[in-house]
């Protein structure tokens, strides 16, 4: 059951004049005044507080960062949900870094929605991927919102897969572009396909200016079509250098399909 942080009379959460010093002393560089504040602040029931001293211990004593962890998770404090989660998968325990990160995202974390929903994709329990990415989706994360759409596709809900891919570009994402365009290419939109992958080349996508330049090399723009295997190759697309090899010996590309 989640438990509300303990609070003063004036409403105040317990132990917060100790976490705001600890802060202070934290950002002057001043640790160890900063760790005793923030143990005192963490004693009066400061969730944020023990959370710091997890993230503070955790390269040098796990277990001391799993307690502290624990007590604010067992007062509902969702970013140490998906800290207990990030944990548990380091120690190759997945089935408790799900019941982690399934907690904490069923409380609104997004990071942790989105963890679980990569793992359940991977799982291939895509039902259940596409709600906790959409968690992670709705805070406005652009990678949930395509990893949501490769979801809603397997499930055969092309139109929301769409519709995330949409939002996901009009926030600047260039794989949402190259999706959107690889989308329209299946469906013999190659026009539409055409303008999307321009627009994520534009925004340095290296699949959308890989896909623009097969799209142009196998019209004949061989010019063009260099220039964006070029900045494809650059960006570490896999496939972009091999085909300007073959162009420069052989004059044209070997058409490698729309990646």
């Not at 004049?17 to 600890?22: C, G, I």
Request: net charge negative; with cysteine; hydrophobic share 40%.
């Amino acid at each position: 059951m989640r438990q509300d942080a303990a609070a003063g009379e004036d409403g105040v959460e317990a132990g917060e004049d100790e976490y705001r010093r600890a802060r202070a002393l934290d950002e002057a560089g001043e640790t160890a005044e900063a760790e005793a504040l923030y143990r005192a602040a963490a004693g009066a029931g400061h969730v944020r507080a023990m959370n710091v001293l997890g993230l503070s211990h955790v390269e040098r004593d796990k277990d001391e960062a799993e307690r502290w962890w624990l007590k604010a998770a067992d007062a509902g404090f969702a970013p140490a949900m998906r800290n207990l989660g990030y944990l548990a998968d380091e120690r190759s325990r997945p089935d408790e870094a799900e019941r982690w990160w399934r907690a904490a995202g069923e409380a609104g974390d997004a990071t942790a929605a989105y963890n679980l929903g990569f793992m359940l994709a991977r799982q291939r329990r895509t039902e259940e991927a596409a709600t906790f990415y959409t968690i992670a989706a709705e805070s406005g994360d652009t990678e949930a919102m395509v990893n949501l759409s490769s979801v809603l596709e397997a499930l055969d809900r092309a139109d929301e897969a769409e519709s995330w891919l949409l939002r996901a570009a009009g926030k600047g994402d260039p794989v949402a572009m190259s999706n959107l365009g690889a989308s329209c290419y299946k469906a013999r939109r190659v026009d539409e396909a055409e303008r999307w992958w321009r627009r994520g080349a534009e925004a340095g996508g290296r699949d959308a200016a890989y896909n623009l330049a097969v799209l142009l090399d196998g019209r004949g723009a061989t010019d063009e079509a260099v220039r964006h295997f070029e900045a494809a190759a650059e960006a570490g697309h896999p496939k972009a250098r091999r085909q300007l090899d073959e162009i420069r010996t052989q004059g044209a590309a070997r058409i490698a399909g729309i990646f």
